[in-house]
C-alpha cells in the first residue's frame, strides 16, 4: 500500500448526506457505479418511512419556488477550488487568527466545510436587500474543466458573478431566494450545537427568509425576531415611512434555542436604577413584584409587615414564592416593604448578584445606532465620504456579538461588506481575550462614485482599508489582535488532466508534465492542503530546514515535538523535487528527520520523490518510526 493522495475538492456534500441515510437505515443499501460510494435504494427506504412519507402531489406545507432543485443541488455540489495567501494585503499574518476571504462567499462556505465545521459560534449577515435596482450572486457550477473558469469561478472579464434583479423580473424572489439557500445550508453545518445566526432584512424580503430558515434551521429554532430602529426620522418621500430593518434569530438546535442567547452586560444608565434605601450591606439594590398570576393555594396566604399591616394577594393573583420561601427571603432581608414598613411586599434584587441584563426584541436607535452615524464613522475612518452605501453601526454589531458569542469564540460575517462585524469584535477585545471572525467579500468591482475616485478598484479591496484603519478608533494601551490573513479565492493547484483524445494535443501534454500549476507557490500548496485536511488554517507557520532541505511547520510546539513531548506539529510539509541527477527531494534521511518529530500529519508532493522505490521506502520508515502520523500526497 502507498501513500495515498490528498482530495483535491471540496467536499463531497452529497456523499456525506447518503453515508448519514445509510447508518440510519442500512437496509436501504445497495450497490452503485463506484466502489467506495454506496448508494440509496429509494424504494426500501420508502417502505422503511411508509407511515411518515408524503408522496406525489399531496397537499402539505412548504415554501416552493422556481429554481428551488437547483439550489439544494448547488449546495451540495463540489468545487475544485482553493484559497490562495495574501501576504501584502494582510497584517500581521504569520501571528493572527482572523481571517479576511476575498472571493464569493457560496465558495468560501464549500473550502471552509472540513476546518471550520461547527465550529463557528455566531453568524451575522446583511445580505443583498432585493429591492429591485440592488445586486445578487448568480451561481453557477459547472463541473468540466473546460467550462470552470467561465462558470464556476474564476475572475475573468464580463463573468457575471454579480446580476441585476429588476422587480419587473418574473423570477424577482425566486432568484433571491435559490441565491441565499444554499448559502444559509451550509452556514448552518459550520455553526456549533450551540450557535447563532442574526440576519439583516428589509420588508421586501423579511417574510420569505423567515420561511426559508424556517426551512433550514426548523421552525422550533427561532429565537427571536429584532426590529431594529435604522432611521431617525420619517422619510420626507413617503406616507408611511419605514424606520426599521428586521433582524431574524435562529439557532442552530434546540439547545442554541434555550442557552444560545447571553444577557447584556449592564451600563451605567442600568446600574444608576439600584440604590440602598435602607442601607443593606450587600449594597445597592432594586425591588420587583412579588406577586404572579394565576391561583396557587400553597402560594396563597397573608403576610403581615414590619410595621403590623397585613396584606393578601390581590384579585386573579398569588404570591410569587410559596410560604416557607418567602421566611427564608424575609430572614435574609431580601423583602422590602416601603419606607414605612408597611407597603405591599416587594423582594430585593441586589447589584452585585446580577450577571447582566435579558434583551428584547425592539433595538432603538438610541442604544445600538443608526445607518447615518455608521456612515459618519466610516467617513472619519477613511476621510472620505459615502464610500459604502448601507454600512452597519458598530453598536449594532457590538450587541450582536455580546449576544451570541463569548470571548474565545469564532464568529463570521460571509456578506462581508464594509467589515463592521470585525471592527465591532475589536472594540469588545481586551489584552486577555477577544473573538476571532471571519470575514468573507467578494471582490465587486468599483468603476464609479467616490470610492473610485478615492483609488479604490473593488469591495474587498475598501473591506480591508477600513480593517487597517479600524486600529485608529480603539483605546489606546489594549493588546488586541487587529490583524488579519487575507485571502483569495482561485482554481484548484492541480492541473486537470482530463481530457478528451481531441484535446490530447502535443502542446496541451506538454503542459501536464507538472501536475500542480506553474503559478502555485509552496505557500499556495500549504494552505491548500489545510483545507482539504481540514486543518485550522490560522494556526502559526513557520519555516526550518531538516535534512538540507527547506520543510513548513504548523503549529509547532516550542521544543520541535518528538518522543516525551506534550505532542509533534499539527502538520509538517515539504515541497522539494529531485534534481536531474535524482538528488534534493524526499528521501528516507528527510523522513528520518520528520519522523522524529512525531507531527499528526506529513505532506509531500507526489512528484516530489526520485522513483517509485524511494517512495514506497519513505512511507515503510514512516510506519516504522511515527505509525500515527498521516503521511499524504499532493
Not at 11 to 39: H, K, S, V, Y
Not at 168 to 179: E, P, V
Not at 302 to 309: A, Q, Y
Request: hydrophobic fraction near 35%.
Amino acid at each position: 500500500m502507498t501513500i495515498e493522495k490528498l482530495d483535491a475538492s471540496s467536499p463531497d456534500l452529497i456523499q456525506q448526506n447518503i453515508e448519514r441515510l445509510l447508518d440510519l437505515f442500512p437496509e436501504c443499501r445497495t450497490e452503485g457505479p463506484r466502489e467506495d460510494a454506496p448508494m440509496v435504494d429509494f424504494d426500501l427506504l420508502r417502505q422503511a418511512l411508509s407511515d411518515h412519507l408524503v408522496e406525489g402531489p399531496a397537499e402539505r406545507y412548504r415554501l416552493d419556488w422556481p429554481g428551488k432543485r437547483q439550489a439544494l443541488l448547488t449546495a451540495n455540489t463540489p468545487i475544485d477550488k482553493t484559497l490562495r495567501p495574501m501576504r501584502e494585503e494582510s497584517v500581521d499574518f504569520d501571528t493572527t487568527r482572523n481571517l479576511f476571504i476575498e472571493g464569493d462567499n457560496l465558495d468560501a462556505l464549500k473550502l471552509l466545510q472540513e476546518t471550520y465545521l461547527g465550529k463557528v459560534k455566531m453568524i451575522y449577515i446583511d445580505p443583498p436587500y432585493n429591492t429591485g435596482s440592488d445586486f445578487i450572486y448568480r451561481d453557477s457550477f459547472a463541473r468540466s474543466a473546460k467550462s470552470y473558469e467561465e462558470q464556476s469561478g474564476q475572475r475573468t472579464e464580463g463573468d457575471g458573478k454579480l446580476v441585476a434583479n429588476p422587480e419587473s423580473s418574473g423570477r424577482f424572489h425566486s432568484d433571491w431566494l435559490s441565491m441565499m439557500h444554499p448559502r444559509l445550508k451550509l452556514a448552518r453545518n459550520l455553526l456549533s450545537d450551540d450557535g447563532v445566526i442574526f440576519i439583516s432584512i428589509d420588508e421586501m424580503e423579511a417574510d420569505n427568509l423567515f420561511k426559508l430558515l424556517e426551512e433550514i434551521f426548523g421552525r422550533q429554532n427561532h429565537i427571536a425576531t429584532i426590529a431594529w430602529q435604522r432611521r431617525t426620522s420619517p422619510d420626507a418621500r413617503k406616507v408611511l415611512s419605514t424606520a426599521h430593518d428586521t433582524i431574524h434569530v435562529f439557532g442552530k438546535s434546540s439547545e442554541a434555542a434555550e442557552t444560545g442567547i447571553y444577557k447584556l452586560p449592564l451600563n451605567e444608565k442600568d446600574a444608576a436604577r439600584f440604590s440602598n434605601q435602607d442601607n443593606d450591606p450587600r449594597g445597592p439594590w432594586v425591588s420587583s413584584d412579588f406577586t404572579a398570576q394565576g391561583y396557587r393555594p400553597n402560594q396563597m396566604y397573608s403576610i403581615t409587615t414590619p410595621s403590623g399591616g397585613t396584606h393578601s394577594p390581590p384579585d386573579g393573583r398569588c404570591w410569587k414564592n410559596t410560604e416557607e420561601v418567602f421566611k427564608r427571603l424575609l430572614e435574609e432581608g431580601r423583602m422590602w416593604f416601603g419606607s414605612d414598613g408597611n407597603g405591599v411586599p416587594r423582594v430585593k434584587t441586589y447589584l452585585s448578584e446580577r450577571d447582566g441584563k435579558n434583551s428584547w426584541s425592539w433595538w432603538p436607535h438610541a442604544e445600538v445606532g443608526h445607518t447615518q452615524e455608521a456612515k459618519q464613522h466610516i467617513n472619519s475612518l477613511l476621510g472620505k465620504a459615502d464610500l459604502f452605501e448601507t454600512p452597519k453601526p458598530i453598536r449594532l454589531l457590538q450587541r450582536v456579538i455580546e449576544l451570541a458569542s463569548e470571548p474565545g469564540d469564532l464568529i463570521m460575517d460571509f456578506f462581508g461588506g464594509s467589515a463592521s462585524l470585525q471592527h465591532a469584535a475589536w472594540t469588545l477585545a481586551d489584552s486577555n481575550s477577544q473573538r476571532y471572525c471571519i470575514t468573507v467579500q467578494l471582490d465587486e468591482k468599483i468603476e464609479t462614485g467616490n470610492a473610485a475616485e478615492a483609488g479604490f478598484t473593488d469591495v474587498a479591496q475598501l473591506s480591508r482599508a477600513r480593517l487597517k484603519h479600524a486600529t485608529d478608533s480603539l483605546s489606546e494601551g489594549v493588546k488586541v489582535d487587529t490583524g488579519f490573513r487575507a485571502f483569495r479565492i482561485d482554481s484548484g493547484n492541480l492541473v486537470d488532466t482530463s481530457v478528451t483524445p481531441k484535446e490530447a494535443t502535443q502542446e496541451a501534454l506538454l503542459g501536464m508534465v507538472s501536475h500542480i500549476k506553474d503559478d502555485r507557490s509552496e505557500e499556495d500548496l500549504l494552505f491548500g492542503a489545510l483545507l482539504r485536511w481540514g486543518v485550522d488554517i490560522t494556526l502559526p507557520i513557520e519555516q526550518r530546514e531538516l535534512a538540507g532541505r527547506k520543510v513548513w511547520l504548523i503549529d509547532a510546539p516550542e521544543d520541535g515535538g518528538g518522543a516525551g513531548s506534550l505532542g509533534g506539529a499539527a502538520l509538517i510539509a515539504c515541497f522539494a523535487k529531485p534534481n536531474s541527477s535524482g538528488k534534493g527531494g524526499i528521501d528516507t534521511e528527510l523522513a528520518d528527520a520528520m519522523a522524529v518529530l512525531a507531527p499528526l500529519r506529513v505532506l509531500f508532493r507526489d512528484d516530489g520523490f526520485a522513483d517509485d522505490a524511494t517512495k514506497e521506502n519513505v512511507h515503510s520508515r514512516f510506519k516504522q518510526l511515527a505509525p500515527d502520523t498521516q503521511v499524504r500526497v499532493l
